[in-house]
């Protein structure tokens, strides 16, 4: 819902507004509804409004209450704004709009930093005190809406994209070589604080940043399950069953809070079709439901509309599908990459750019299933790590998971972009070692949850709807639904392939072809295969004079990728010529020297 920057000056000094400027006007996909700008002293902000909650201009933002001494830029939906709003006029508050944005405003002013223990959405937000002249940046608890910083000793800057730091200048744009090593490592994924960029940082999901006058910060993580079996629900199946059955269908009916119309992104797989499930029993007909397809190639199918019209027929949405030529997947790689707030290697990448843009020309706002699979451990991997002991969780994970070995990766880096020390294996460690996990699988999941999720699936979704100012949405990312999956027995995921109690679920409302059907991905055959377009666009970039002056990888390694691109591919299939590519297109793009 949104895009939001601002600086704050730490000597003495203004703001550059026509920093804050070109950063927000960057942003107009995000926010194509709307512009404002607002200064006082030390701090600057800027923004970009799409309209979802409250559609007058009395939603407008930078928001400013004189009389209580604060102005918010928020991005994202409280989806209980107005059960907040109601506790908050008993405390004898009054509101001038329907906007979520003045919920957080007199939220802050009553309660402080505790404000977002009250918060159940999805959000990014900075509020200024004008007395103090502190400024709060904070997060919401899964880090569905993105919050990139970059400071040096005389001021700080933020803004929901990365590109739009790098429109404002100033921004060290050397490469991060731990940063490097993650993405080589985890199929693009760097996790926060970290970019790719050595200059970037991004605030941390579930994180409030204080931020004092004279550019002193502390950071305070305000929520964190415990990946314990902490439960009432003790072990029946059934029992747990009926629990995230309700849980899921509050998740659901929360998101479709919004003063447009709500629709589905339906793929036909398990997790968005229970979604449309949860949008039958709550009464709501004729959804409006998205699906696309590609066309195959080297035999591998490129859709799966069979189950999505299954799915549609079933519950009687309003569905539109949509097929793209493969000759539209080169022209349409520039779009997708430069819509990215990072470097992304997903070979969906593209289909949900594609998908959004159609997507955006019907509705504002779409729900979709991300994030089940991780938080109820739906993938192939997971089994091997539950298997290991507790103390053996690092190294099954590793083993399971990553796509290349640290020795694997020097052999493809230029000696001047690898990073000193095996910094993806440290990390692992770090994470698994921490207290609050009772297993292997308990630590798997807090940390693909908590530290991954955000900078893989989750920033993907963000990235490629909100750039046709289209804002998704994701129930199997409701915080009340994650601590209680975090609370479920390893089995009752494990069992059936993944995902058992959500099939069990999908077994009393769902057809039975959907559930019992073999998993799948949002298949882009063109991209995986290295179809001849996009193979076109990968020599391009690969072989340009910037990206030989760049170095980052051994040419003689490039150059034979480039010969034979079946041959070079990731533990796990994926190609590494594309993820070399997609960094190298991605810095192309966005003009990093």
Known sequence: MCGLSGEVRFDGGRPDLAAVERMTDVMEPRGPDGRGAWSQGAVALGHRRLKIIDLSERGAQPM??????????????????????????????????????????????????????????????????????????????????????????????????????????????????VALHQYMTWHGTVPAPRTVLAGVRKIPPATLRVVEPDGSHRDHCYWQPSYTRHSDIGEDPALWREAVHEALRTAVRRRTVADVPVGVLLSGGLDSSLIVAMLAEEGREDVPTFAMGFESVNGEEGDEFRYSDLVSRTFGTDHQKFMIPSDRLATALDGAIGAMNEPMVSHDTVAFHLLSEQVAKDVKVVLCGQGADEVFAGYHWYPPIA???????????????????????????????????????????????????????????????????????????????????????????????????????????????????????????????????????????????????????????????????????????????????????????????????????????????
């Open 64 to 177: 400013t209450d004189t009389r209580l001494g604060l102005t918010a830029v928020f991005n994202g939906c409280i989806y209980n704004h107005r059960e907040v709003r109601g506790r908050l006029e008993g405390l004898g508050h009054r509101f001038f709009s329907e906007s979520d944005t003045e919920v957080l405003v007199r939220a802050y002013a009553e309660w402080g930093l505790e404000c977002v223990d009250s918060l159940v959405g999805m959000f990014a937000f900075a509020v200024v005190e004008h007395c103090t002249g502190r400024v709060v940046l904070g997060r919401d608890r899964l880090g569905i809406k993105p919050l990139y910083v970059t400071e040096d000793g005389e001021r700080l800057r933020f803004a929901s994209t990365l590109p739009a730091l790098l429109a404002g200048g100033g921004v060290d744009t050397s490469l991060d070589p």
């Open 387 to 593: 298997a290991a002991t507790r103390q053996g969780a690092a190294a099954a994970y590793a083993d399971a998971y990553f796509d290349r070995t640290h020795e694997e990766l020097l052999a493809m880096l230029h000696p001047g972009a690898a990073a000193a020390r095996d910094a993806s294996t440290a990390f692992v460690r770090a994470h698994m070692a921490a207290p609050g996990a009772d297993t292997a699988l308990d630590a798997a999941l807090r940390m693909d949850v908590h530290a991954l999720m955000p900078d893989d699936p989750v920033k993907r979704v963000d990235n490629m709807t909100m750039d046709w100012g289209l804002e998704a949405r994701v129930p199997f990312l409701d915080h009340e639904l994650v601590e209680l999956a975090a609370a479920c027995p390893p089995a009752l995921k494990l069992e059936q392939g993944g995902k058992a109690v959500l099939k069990d679920i999908g077994r009393k409302i769902l057809p039975a072809e959907v559930v019992d059907r073999p998993k799948g991905y949002f298949p882009v055959p063109g991209v995986r295969n290295m179809a001849e377009p996009v193979l076109a666009r990968v020599r391009e970039a690969l072989t340009a004079p910037e990206a030989r002056r760049r170095g980052i990888f051994d040419q003689r390694h490039v150059d034979a990728m480039l010969a034979e691109p079946e041959r070079y591919r990731a533990r796990r299939g994926a190609s590494t010529l594309w993820q070399v590519a997609s960094l190298e297109i991605w810095l192309q793009l966005h003009g990093v020297r």
